[in-house]
């Protein structure tokens, strides 16, 4: 993935890449689900930062994107993030919605210590792929997904 290999590119080919595998989770220009981090003001230009991302997901874990699951004491189960914590209650993320429990209803809370972005993502790609999502991660803003072919 040297520059002069990433510039023999096509970041449009990486716009579909990123649509069909990454979008699910991070949003890059505005499109996309929030479950992880915004992309657009990360480090996306910088080759080594992607990859490294890419290769061992769980060497940054942030707090906000920690998997957690908390138990009421009436036996209500929530798959979420917590956003925010203080003495008195949680605030959840949760994929549609957002809320607040009482630390008083509170049973257990269990957080995961592996990262969501699943791991040897980088392996499903062949060099080119991963130098079209190199591309278009590195790109200063959207592109036009590539022509369809019509007759
Ligand atoms: C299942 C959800 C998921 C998918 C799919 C996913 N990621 Fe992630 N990604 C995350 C989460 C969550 C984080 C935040 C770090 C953490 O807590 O693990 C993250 C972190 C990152 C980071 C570091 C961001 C930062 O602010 O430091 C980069 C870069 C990244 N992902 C790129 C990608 C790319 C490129 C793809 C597609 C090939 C992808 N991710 C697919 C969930 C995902």
Do not use: W
């Not at 520059?3 to 499109?31: I, K, M, Q, S, W």
């Not at 798959?79 to 008195?88: A, M, P, T």
């Not at 919605?97 to 062949?126: C, K, Q, W, Y």
Request: proline share 4%; hydrophobic share 35%; with cysteine.
């Amino acid at each position: 993935m040297t520059p002069n290999y990433l510039e023999t590119d096509d970041a449009r080919a990486g716009r579909v890449l990123f649509e069909e595998t990454c979008a699910t989770c991070h949003v890059l220009f505005g499109e996309g689900n929030d479950l992880g981090p915004d992309l657009t003001g990360s480090g996306r230009q910088d080759t080594d930062y992607v990859l490294s991302n890419l290769i061992g997901p769980n060497a940054t874990i942030y707090e906000a994107f920690r998997l957690t699951t908390v138990l009421t004491k009436i036996g209500k189960f929530f798959g979420c993030f917590i956003v925010h914590q203080n003495d008195k209650f949680l605030a959840l993320r949760m994929q549609e919605t957002r809320m607040r429990v009482d630390l008083s209803d509170v049973a257990e809370i269990h957080t995961s210590n592996t990262s969501m972005m699943p791991e040897g993502m980088l392996a499903s790609f062949n060099d080119e792929q991963v130098r079209d999502l190199l591309r278009y991660l590195a790109s200063p803003q959207q592109v036009d997904r590539p022509q369809v072919e019509t007759r």
